[in-house]
């Protein structure tokens, strides 16, 4: 592309276009910009009445280029762009006006070099390909002089009494007289360095023939660890002659590889025969003991926990060494339930041998003594439940800049997530995650020697050696992947790669390196980046953010019009993101006084990352956990007492205020369980002046499945998409159309064009009123319920995206549900796009989640008023699962399984501004209500709300493909909401289906002004028993609401629509 031209803009975005053809504001105005659907296209962009127009520019196979227009108009061809833009600056070539005026490009944020990541810069140097003056020849040979002298000088301060004679007068010639033929030729374009090769060939003429002596004994004894079916089956060793004419460098780089899969080879058949594992014995979890309180009666008793994993037991004791014949057996531990009002209390749900359920109330010592001992349970849970496929694994993700220096010998706190913020409890040491990932800036170590490091130290804390995935480096930014060996054969399609974000886009020292993979079914995308540093930048690095968006490319090559952030069902974004603290200079004494004091709110609130989320610019629908820990960058070296916020340069005193520049995000699609279990720094490693980050994650995983029906004879499933709805943020003036990517597809499905409606806020709607059937390639219920919809919506002209989003089909689980998905592009909020889904698989009832073991129970809380929630006398304590965001979905009659992109960020300090962002939608509107009541629906803050029909009889349940009947809304609660406690995530996983309830009179609900009026709950023992609190001991499945008594139920929805009228109540 003609990159020197005023027309010409490279690889801008779409929205960046009209941008800059709006500014312009006159009729001809026009651009050039690189096609985002065809590589090596162009896209052709007019204004006109202010709308923007799109043609695309097509090379054929003689790279001649042609204007798509209008039909009828002759087809032109040309071969370079200035000769187009000439030819169409003239009237009637079927553009909708000719081009007259064309936008200038805007000048892009520089960026100065950094002493600590790059060299200094030599001055430029121009060796002319024809005749060279003799002044410059001198100069050339005077330089080579002084670059032999430099050598020379060197040598002699070394002791080369250990040195053969032969090998000192072959080193002395080479800087004598070679160096310098060597860097003529390097000035003449060859960079063989010959003279070098022939020193390093002479040095090493014995290893030569030692090497080639060698390799082959080696190579044998690796083809017979290869554990091949029959001696002598497959190729001969290959030998390599000395004189086979590689460089030595190239056969001792091939001599360590053997040598290293050698070692490996050895240790995995010779410790597996024997039952070890990495060289120490099989990872084993020893009994765990807790001291807990059980309260009876108002008496509280002192008890003992002890957690046998191996055993698959819990007992249940008064003394600590007391006998251990009272215990559970794992299959008889149904569920724990956490209580959200008291973080230490647990209740524990087993069966007895008389089939009678049993809810046992325990009081831990704190909070993490509690989260430990759910750990261990769910360990035990997964250990013995005989699944051949794991449901939920934990990941570890890691971040640290190691300010050029190597690390310390004892870096265990950082994989055992300790030190400052939301840790975990010393039992968890002895759980090791599924998947460590560790991100790393200004690494000065190499790729194997870090990996090594890494694998050492999990070995020496777990017992295990982990298997590498994957490692990826651009200059010192490094991403190492290592998971457990029994996952090896789980992990498939891996991929990686880089993007520069240096000077110019050109430079490694800044920008990201990214790994893909796929567990079973499950696709995962974890991205390192270092971001443009200094804390006036911060524009710079939000456009150093958009660039890795765009231009890395991982996982599925099929999802073209997808970015990253749509293409993983987990996506971690992690790295020195480089955001600072903006506050001046002057306040850097009280900064390190609140620090001090542990009060980060008040620096929290002017985090440039958070700040920059809440107005949308960057990370877009990602979710951080709460930072609960103090700032990680500028620290003195081998201290973690005192930051050094100043340095002296040339030009002044430069300030570094203490600031959060490492972190950890995240974004999953929706309905998806995943929960950060830890998010903090350590304290105890010193060598940078950045401190280490980490974070735990529990994250849900489909499996490869495999169908149990006869196909010929098991039912077609079926998803039907319709009445959908896209209203558009562009100026664009084209037709659009839907595709639908998923990999229970057996292809992308495209829809017919759409009809537009225009209108006053520069919006477009378009209305795709026709349904859509898409057929899945597996009818099972236990598969579609895990899969997701991909949606693109695109221009006819130019194939283009105007906006990706993901439906879930876990929301249609039950009924025909209605949907609204924000829609992205490139990174920016392109507009929303609603609709209705309905799903219908085979029969067959899914099998119960290893994360659904562990839930939430909802207590009563007061409000931001102080006032209690106002409920009737059939209320009941809702639990759900931590990862439903604890936002109750109670509503009579409907499953609000849904979505919201309009939650605010988790890491706003302030309960205002949280309250101002959870009123802002896609479009910059107030946000519909999304189910039948507002305040009652559960919220994703990935992805956008949907609300559900009313449930209707099996018969209509079936066939239901009309939208539900229209229904009032309560008015939207003022005020900011009021934060609960953070046992949550920010995705969602399953919800229990609906039940078909006896049929009774509506009651009445009080008006607003009688809400204060409501009668007050019934004592407890007067409650009649929810279908949660498990005290109907004649229920079959405690965690089914269809298997539980008619009247319990009516109690229950009896009881919920009292609590409708406070919709003040779950948004606490």
Known sequence: ????????????????????????????????????????????????????????????????????????????????????????????????????????????????????????????????????????????????????????????????????????????????????????????????????????????????????????????????????????????????????????????????????????????????????????????????????????????????????????????????????????????????VKSQKMHAKLVIVVETEKEKILRREFVFDNAKKREGFCQLLQQMKNKHSGKPEPDMITVFVGTWNMGNAGPPHGTSSWFQCKGQGRTQDDTADLIPHDIYVVGTQEDPLGEKEWADAVKSVLRSVTNIHFKQVAVHTLWNIRIVVLAKPEHENRISHVCSDSVKTGIANTLGNKGAVGVSFMFNGTAFGFVNSHLTSGSEKKLRRNQNYLNILRFLNLGDKKLNPFDITHRFTHLFWLGDLNYRVDLPNTEAEFMVSRIRQQQYQDLLCRDQLSMERTEQRVFLHFAEEEITFAPTYRFERYTRDKYAYTKAKATGTKYNLPSWCDRILWKSYPLVHVVCQAYGCTNDIMTSDHSPVFASFEVGVASQFVSKRDPNSAPQGGIQIMNCKATLLTKSKTKFFIEYHSSCLEKTVRTCEGENTEHLDGSIKVWFGNQVQLTPIISDAEYLLDQHILICVKSTDSDESYGEGCVALRAAQFCYTEFQVALTHHGENTGVLTGGIQLHTSEGKPTEKLYDFIKVEKDDTKGKSGEANKTSAGQVHDVSNPSYMEVSHRSTNVIAKGWSYSMPPKTLPIAAQAGKDSKKSPTGKPPKPACVEASKMFDNPLYGSTRTAPSQGKDQEKNHLLPPEPTFWPKPPEGPPVPTPRNRSFTCSESKPPTAVAQHKKPVVPSRSQGSASRPPLPAKARPPGPLELQAPKAKDYRDSSELPGKQRAALRAGLTQSQKDPKGDQQ
């Open 1 to 336: 592309m003609q990159s020197g031209q005023a027309w010409c803009h490279g690889n801008i975005t779409r929205s960046k276009t009209e941008d800059l053809l709006s500014k312009a504001g006159r009729d001809g105005s026009f651009l050039i910009r690189d096609s985002e659907s065809i590589q090596g296209a162009f896209a052709l962009c007019v204004l006109f009445q202010n709308c923007v127009y799109t043609y695309r520019i097509l090379p054929n196979e003689d790279k001649k280029l042609s204007v798509q227009a209008s039909e009828g108009v002759p087809i032109r061809f040309f071969s370079m762009l200035p000769e187009l833009v000439e030819a169409y600056q003239n009237p009637s070539m079927g553009l909708i006006t000719h081009l007259q005026y064309a936008v200038q490009r805007e000048e892009e944020l520089e960026e100065e070099p950094e002493n600590k990541d790059l060299p200094p810069q030599l001055p430029p140097r121009d060796f002319p390909a024809g005749e060279v003056k003799d002044g410059a020849t001198k100069s050339c040979e005077q330089g080579h002089k002084g670059l032999s002298e430099t050598f020379l000088m060197r040598l002699q301060h070394m002791d080369m009494s250990t040195i053969a004679e032969e090998q000192q007068a072959l080193i002395l010639d080479y800087f004598r007289t070679s160096v310098c033929l060597d860097a003529e030729q390097v000035q003449n374009g060859n960079h063989n360095l010959p003279g070098l090769k022939k020193l390093t060939t002479a040095i090493c003429k014995n290893l030569n023939g030692e090497i080639s002596r060698v390799l082959p004994a080696l190579e044998v004894c690796q083809r017979a660890l290869d554990q091949q079916p029959w001696p002598g089956t497959g190729p001969p060793p290959r030998q390599i002659p000395a004189d086979c004419g590689q460089s030595v460098s190239i056969r001792l780089e091939h001599l360590n590889k053997v040598l290293y899969s050698l070692e490996e080879k050895a240790k995995n058949a010779v410790f597996d025969s024997v039952g070890y594992e990495g060289g120490h014995k099989k990872s084993l979890i020893p009994p765990v003991v807790f001291e807990v309180k059980q309260e009876s009666l108002g008496i509280s008793t002192k008890m003992f926990m002890k957690v046998d994993v191996e055993g698959g037991k819990l007992h249940i004791t008064k003394l600590k060494d007391g006998p251990d014949d009272k215990y559970f057996v794992h299959d008889k531990i149904r569920q724990l």
